[in-house]
């Protein structure tokens, strides 16, 4: 099953703290992320390895966990629960896997709206901070 390849590959990215190198390299050239915040789908690997690196920073701290996971052939769904800023995050990842395990698609959904609305605060943060240490 192309999910539980594909998911100690993605346990081990976030076990090493979301380095964008090593996410990128998981990623599907045509992959598509579909955010909690952001209407349109984001499609292609630099724009949905930019979104995963920029989510592993913001929610991947110390408080960061998976307490569910169900997988059924190339579809793998992840409970996670976390806390941002004192606030309780509940969300869950679909992932689609490739044959090869590469990542085609990454649905990210987060509950209550207190959740939803610190996490797109942090993640537009996080995601200009590293555009802009990229053009630095």
Same mark, same amino acid.
């Given at each position: 099953?192309?999910?539980?390849? @594909? =998911?100690? %590959?993605?346990?081990?990215?976030?076990? @090493?703290?979301?380095?964008?190198?090593?996410?990128?390299?998981?990623?599907?050239?045509?992959?598509?992320?579909?955010?909690?915040?952001?209407?349109?789908?984001?499609? @292609? %690997?630099?724009?949905?390895?930019?979104?995963?690196?920029?989510?592993?920073?913001? =929610?991947?701290?110390?408080?960061? %966990?998976?307490? %569910?996971?169900?997988?059924? $052939?190339?579809?793998?769904?992840?409970?996670?629960?976390?806390?941002?800023?004192?606030?309780?995050?509940? $969300?869950?990842?679909?992932?689609?896997?490739?044959?090869?395990?590469?990542? =085609?698609?990454?649905?990210?959904?987060?509950?209550?709206?207190?959740?939803?609305?610190?996490?797109?605060?942090?993640?537009?943060?996080?995601?200009?901070?590293?555009?802009?240490?990229?053009?630095?």
């Amino acid at each position: 099953m192309s999910a539980e390849r @594909g =998911l100690r %590959r993605w346990h081990a990215a976030v076990d @090493g703290g979301n380095d964008a190198a090593v996410l990128g390299a998981m990623i599907a050239e045509d992959a598509v992320f579909h955010s909690p915040v952001v209407h349109t789908a984001q499609k @292609g %690997r630099p724009i949905v390895t930019a979104y995963l690196a920029a989510a592993g920073q913001t =929610l991947g701290n110390d408080t960061f %966990r998976y307490v %569910r996971e169900i997988v059924d $052939g190339d579809t793998a769904m992840l409970e996670f629960e976390t806390e941002m800023d004192g606030i309780h995050v509940n $969300g869950v990842d679909i992932i689609r896997f490739g044959a090869e395990g590469h990542i =085609l698609d990454f649905k990210v959904m987060v509950r209550p709206l207190k959740a939803v609305n610190k996490v797109w605060e942090m993640m537009a943060a996080q995601l200009m901070a590293n555009a802009a240490s990229k053009n630095a």
